[in-house]
């Protein structure tokens, strides 16, 4: 008769070759994008040295064969990283792209019409931002769409425009 349950002896056994093979794999993966991310996003993350180092090093490398040998060697040092709060800081950040991106998408459609729709576009954009400065806005635009400027001027005075419209977005005034 035996005296061990079969499910235990189940459970102790180790990973397959597959599963192994899986999990290193993820960790390549997660590897290649913490060497996606800024020095001082890696920073914020509080990784071990040594995988910090392997990370800025994989920055430098160009040779496509030293730099596979390199993301083999960062998913080697995270196995003995917890993925999970790095994969939830890289998808914080990730969400926090597209949000960045979209407000300047909106920004830039704001200037688009501004500069060419004109006054009417301007009455609208003052109706939704009341804290915009009316006046401020209108000289960009104005020397933006100058003929008697010389062009520097007016990707300056565009690019100015641009910067108020933001300054808008970002203290959360927008519509």
Known sequence: MQDHDDSQEFDERPPSKSARKREATAA????????????S??????????????????????????????????????RDVDPAPLEAALDASSRGGKIDANKHKRVEAWRA???TEGPPALD?????????????LQ????????ERVDSGSREGASRQLFRAVRELFDAGLDG
Do not use: C, W
């Not at 390549?28 to 020095?39: S, W």
């Not at 040594?50 to 995270?78: V, W, Y």
């Not at 000289?139 to 100058?146: E, L, M, R, V």
């Open 139 to 146: 000289a960009f635009i104005t020397k933006a769409t100058s």
């Open 41 to 78: 996003e890696l920073e914020a993350l509080n990784l071990p040295d040594r995988l910090l180092e392997a990370i800025q090093l994989a920055k430098r490398i160009t040779s496509r064969g030293g730099l596979a040998r390199q993301h083999q060697f960062i998913g080697k040092l995270m």
């Open 28 to 39: 390549q993966k997660l590897g290649q994008r913490l060497i996606a991310l800024k020095d």
């Open 124 to 136: 609208e954009f003052v109706k939704l931002y009341p804290g915009a400065d009316r006046k401020s």
């Open 113 to 115: 019409r501004l500069l």
